[in-house]
C-alpha cells in the first residue's frame, strides 16, 4: 500500500528552536492531517487542511496544505520540551471511504 | 468521556494460538478501522468498517480477520499468529466522511 514521504525521520533541537516537517506524496490528496503520537499512547489530530494553499494554526503549530496539494508542511515554533514525540501526517483522497494515508512519523526530541 | 477502548494493552502469545483484540468506541462512529505500526513504516491499515456487517481489506490484511455485528465494537482477530505480526496495534474510529479518526491506546503484541 502507499506510505506518504515523510522528512526529516528524527529531530533532536534545544528547547527554543523552531521546527519544520514536511510530508510529501506522489498522488493528490484532498485532505491533509497532521497527528502527534506521545509515548505508550495512540496518535492524536493537531491540525486538519480541507483546500490547497491553506495555512491553519493552533497554538504555536502552523501546517500548510501544498499548493500542488501532493504535500505538506508543519511547522513548531518555540519547542518545549513536550513537544517530544513522534509526528505523523495522513492523507486523505475523499471519495465514497475515509481511508487515511500515513505517513512514516518524525521523532521529535527537544532537549531543555 | 468520548473514547476508543483497546483490550488487552499489552499480550505476549506463541506461534499458532488464536487470540482476539477487542476494540469499543461510545462516540456512535460508524466508521471504525485497525492499524498496525512498525518501526520506520508508520501506520499501516490493516482492515476497516464502514457501518455494520460492511468491512474491507486495508493495505495489510493478509493474517487477520475483523467482524462488525455491532456498531460500537470492531475487534479484530488472529487465527494463526507468527512471528511477523508482532506489532503495536490501533483501533481508530470517525463519523462517516469525517476527517476526525480517535485513535485508541494501542495493543503491543508479541508473537513468539
Known amino acids: 500500500g502507499q506510505q506518504l514521504n515523510q522528512s526529516p525521520q528524527s529531530m533532536f533541537i534545544q528547547e527554543g528552536e523552531d521546527v519544520s516537517m514536511n510530508c510529501t506524496s506522489s498522488s493528490i490528496f484532498n485532505t491533509w492531517l497532521w497527528y502527534k503520537q506521545d509515548p505508550g499512547e495512540g496518535p492524536v489530530l493537531l491540525i486538519a487542511?480541507?483546500?490547497?494553499?491553506e495555512l491553519t494554526s493552533n497554538g504555536r503549530l502552523t501546517a500548510q496544505f501544498g499548493i500542488t496539494r501532493k504535500d505538506s508542511f508543519l511547522n513548531i515554533s518555540a519547542s518545549i520540551p513536550s513537544d517530544v514525540g513522534i509526528y505523523f501526517c495522513?492523507?486523505?483522497?475523499?471519495?465514497?471511504?475515509?481511508?487515511?494515508?500515513f505517513g512514516t512519523g518524525t521523532l521529535l526530541a527537544v532537549q531543555p | 468521556e468520548a473514547q476508543v477502548t483497546q483490550n488487552p494493552r499489552y499480550l505476549i502469545t506463541v506461534t499458532g494460538k488464536k487470540l482476539t483484540v477487542t476494540c469499543s468506541q461510545n462516540?456512535?462512529?460508524?466508521?471504525m478501522s485497525w492499524y498496525r505500526q512498525d518501526p520506520g513504516l508508520g501506520l499501516r491499515q490493516i482492515y476497516y468498517s464502514m457501518n455494520v456487517e460492511v468491512t474491507d481489506k486495508g493495505d495489510v490484511p493478509e493474517g487477520y480477520k475483523v467482524s462488525r455485528k455491532e456498531k460500537r465494537n470492531f475487534p479484530l482477530i488472529l487465527e494463526s499468529p507468527s512471528p511477523n505480526q508482532t506489532s503495536l496495534y490501533f483501533c481508530?474510529?470517525?463519523?462517516?466522511?469525517?476527517?476526525?479518526?480517535?485513535f485508541g491506546p494501542g495493543t503491543r503484541l508479541l508473537v513468539l
Open positions: 481508530a474510529s470517525s463519523r462517516k466522511f469525517e476527517e476526525t479518526q480517535y
Open positions: 495522513a492523507g486523505r483522497r475523499g471519495g465514497a471511504t475515509n481511508k487515511l494515508i
Open positions: 462516540m456512535n462512529h460508524e466508521y
Open positions: 487542511l480541507y483546500k490547497a494553499g
